[in-house]
């Protein structure tokens, strides 16, 4: 169900949206000028009727119908109608029972102001009424049959013969067998009237431009089968045969033993939702809420509270919070609102300066109050928080800020004796790298001054060890 929530001015009907007029039977179009303050649309789920026919919006139609057929006055008085400016008229069916409506189906008719169908699985329904909830308005236009049309007309074809009633009241006061489809007087009379409806391959009156003849034929079959085969009715008194609840729900009624009152149900094998359909409702989505840590809060300076909502340990964003701020002395509500949302399933209270300069030093309460839209049950967080005087904290944020400088002055003297460390430790480095320079001189000086040595020594060597010249021979004139 989708809704379209309360406008203004109100919506515009479409002109093509029906009602049903009980004096012509016929549904008829709503007219131009007709408004209304919410729009439901329907979105249906269609699965096969236990006795295997496929539902349809005929059977909607068809229940939309009956709601002004078996409209009577006498109980709940006349209801005006919004499509012509008179009240409604009696029904055909109430006519023969005065109580065949109930409370639901006339605030629904005081309500209605239109139906539309979208195509072949949506209907619009157009209401006089709104709620804060959206399942409460989907409740009053809640359009949705239990059991097919041809159920319905073999119901009323008893009633309108003055045979049978909807209400026990009718029945006792006017003789009649009081309506019932699983056991009972009213079972062979329902037996006899589907032979006859059958037989005339009957559509329900102001339907039979919807509903066609083979449909009918299919339909009539499968209720006889249904209820003379498929299903067994044991200890009813006068009656062979089986019930006639035909419906369409995750189980079918099987047998009826009237003795012993005990009923057999079926797995319904052609339900159209899956066994984990409705698991997610086996737990309520209540939401969380939580605040968060709350600061100190001096008068004159703004303040923000963190404020959380979770589902199942998930943010969660589809709860409407709200938060109260009390003196829990006095308890004056001092601020309340809506706090502002931060990102998904975060928010935010805020309180500015002159909201704060209000509040005197002293201990006060903060309420967070969260109501999830899926589960519309409150929760409540509450914490406490301190007002300081602005001296005090004035006070307090200068020792914060000493003992800052300080811890920075700590650090910049233990950096400073680090680097002295280093300097003198790279002075130390440096007086003895000097020193291994001046050891390495003096070293390559003696060792030059040895080669020099050594040089001239091997020369003075090399003159002492010259070699002598050979004597010259005698000249030949010379005696010897």
């Known amino acids: 169900m989708r809704r379209k929530g309360y406008a203004f001015p109100p919506l515009s009907v479409p002109t093509d949206a029906v009602w049903y007029n009980v004096s012509a039977n016929a549904f008829q179009p709503v007219g131009s000028g007709i408004t209304a303050v919410s729009k439901i649309t329907w979105d249906y789920t269609f699965g096969p009727w236990h006795d295997g026919q496929a539902m349809s919006m005929n059977d909607v139609w068809y229940e939309l119908m009956n709601v002004f057929r078996r409209f009577s006055s006498v109980t709940w008085g006349t209801l005006a109608n919004p499509f012509n400016g008179t009240t409604y008229s009696i029904g055909d069916i109430g006519r023969h029972d005065r109580r065949a409506d109930s409370a639901a189906a006339v605030t629904f008719l005081s309500l209605f102001k239109g139906a539309r169908q979208v195509d072949a699985t949506h209907m619009e329904i157009y209401l006089d009424f709104w709620h804060v909830d959206n399942g409460e308005i989907a409740a009053i236009g809640d359009i949705f049959p239990t059991t097919p049309w041809e159920i319905g007309e073999l119901m009323a074809k008893g009633v309108l013969a003055d045979v049978t009633a909807y209400h026990a009241t009718t029945a006792q006061t006017q003789l009649k067998q009081l309506l019932d489809l699983i056991r009972g007087a009213s079972l062979p009379i329902l037996a006899s009237d589907l032979q006859s409806l059958k037989t005339a391959n009957e559509v329900p009156t102001g339907m039979t431009a ?271």
């Open 210 to 480: 919807q509903i066609t003849a083979a449909e009918a034929t299919a339909r009539w079959a499968a209720l006889e089968t249904f209820s003379t085969t498929t299903t067994t009715v044991t200890g009813q008194s006068g009656y062979t045969g089986g019930h006639f609840y035909d419906s369409n729900g995750p189980y079918w009624l099987k047998t009826v033993d009237v003795t012993s009152k005990q009923d057999t149900m079926d797995r319904f094998v052609n339900y159209p939702f899956a066994d984990d359909k409705w698991d997610s409702a086996l737990v309520p989505k209540v939401p969380a809420v939580q605040l968060g840590a709350i600061p100190e809060v001096v008068p004159g300076l703004p303040v923000t509270i963190p404020l959380s909502a979770t589902l199942f340990g998930a943010p969660y964003d589809n709860v409407d919070l709200s938060y109260l701020i009390t003196n829990p002395a006095t308890g004056a509500v001092l601020f309340q609102g809506s706090p502002a949302r931060l990102a998904t399933g975060s928010y935010q209270i805020a309180l500015n300066a002159d909201e704060t300069a209000a509040i005197l030093p002293g201990t006060y309460n903060v309420q967070a109050i969260g109501v999830g839209r899926e589960a519309a049950i409150p929760v409540v967080d509450t914490k406490s928080f301190l007002a300081i005087p602005t001296l005090a904290y004035f006070e307090l944020q200068l020792g914060l800020t000493k003992a800052d400088l300080q811890t920075q002055i700590n650090q910049a003297n233990a950096a400073a004796a680090s680097a002295n460390a280093a300097a003198l430790a790279a002075a130390d480095q440096a007086r003895s790298l000097s020193n291994l320079l001046t050891i390495a001189v003096a070293v390559a000086i003696v060792a030059i001054a040895i080669s020099v040595v050594s040089v001239v020594m091997a020369m003075r060597r090399g003159a002492g060890m010259r070699p002598k010249m050979p004597e010259e021979p005698p000249k030949e004139s010379e005696e010897i």
